[in-house]
């Protein structure tokens, strides 16, 4: 009678980080959270990106494939491991940072969700002074907070691109600040001064001028809805229509005082 030794099949490594056809093809990989305010297993509400202003409205995120359940519950699940568990997130996402096939690598924090809290960034800065040999970058509508943080320290290997759209937009200096506005298409971009990062989204924060013009998504309705605007430009329609709104109700106030 023979015996034939069997090995037990090692189940293959889940990796935080993932890769979708775009970012493939330029060698990036991604971490990945919820879109804007969302609902959690709980019951609970949390807004993932804070600042978000009209780009909520035309979010690619909130729509197509981001809405199929196994996505939307790998988002909430990489969400809950980094707010609830920062310990633990910190210590996976460094060991796994540290494995050779992200050396020399880019990648890119949150193609949806944004930095919503001081802690969070602490987190991934930490990360990243812990590893060395990676670069990292993103898009952020949260302003004011890196430029509170990021002014005097910032790690070597992050690099990071204002996106218009958010709430706090009018605290970027558009004239050389680097920032990226969503166009209704490439030739608007082009008219409109700023750089098409249609080849590659690295030109996002690599890009010789700090405009970096995006065209919007090829999503009918959302194109649509959006016309002939841009994310800035919408923005700054919105916060006009709000401080006008605010000047009458302080005048109406007044004249009843
Ligand atoms: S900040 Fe980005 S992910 Fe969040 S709502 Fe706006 S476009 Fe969507």
């Known amino acids: ?13 889940k990796w935080l980080l993932t890769q979708n056809s775009d970012l493939r093809r330029i060698g990036v990989f991604n971490w990945t959270l919820p879109a804007f305010a969302i609902q959690l297993p709980d019951g609970s509400n949390f807004n993932v990106c804070p600042q978000a202003g009209v780009c909520a409205r035309f979010c690619y995120a909130r729509v197509g494939t981001y809405r199929f359940k196994n996505v939307r519950a790998a988002h909430i699940r990489n969400l809950l491991l980094c707010r609830d568990t920062p310990e633990e997130f910190e210590a996976r996402m ?6 050779k096939r992200y050396s020399g690598k880019w990648i890119r924090l949150h193609d949806s969700g944004d930095f919503y809290s001081e802690g969070y960034l602490h987190t991934w800065l930490r990360i990243m ?3 060395p040999g990676v670069r ?4 952020t509508k949260e302003i004011r907070l890196f430029k509170r943080v990021l002014a005097e320290s910032a790690p070597d290997n992050f690099l990071w691109c204002y996106s218009l759209g958010g709430k706090e937009d009018k605290y970027i200096d558009l004239t050389k600040e680097r920032h990226a506005d969503v166009f209704p298409d490439v030739e608007a971009l082009i008219a409109g001064g700023y750089t098409d990062q249609t080849e590659s989204d690295l030109l996002s924060v690599l890009s010789e001028s700090p405009l970096v013009g995006i065209p919007a998504n090829r999503i009918p309705y959302l194109l649509k809805k959006q016309g002939k605007g841009t994310f800035g430009s919408l ?8 401080a006008a709104k605010k000047s009458a109700r302080s005048q109406e106030l007044a004249l009843v005082h």
């Open 1 to 13: 009678m023979s015996e034939t030794a069997t090995t037990p099949k090692k189940s293959p490594r």
């Open 94 to 99: 460094t060991e796994e940072l540290s494995h």
């Open 129 to 131: 002074k812990n590893s």
């Open 136 to 139: 990292f970058y993103c898009y």
């Open 235 to 242: 923005q700054r329609e919105r916060d006009e229509k709000l």
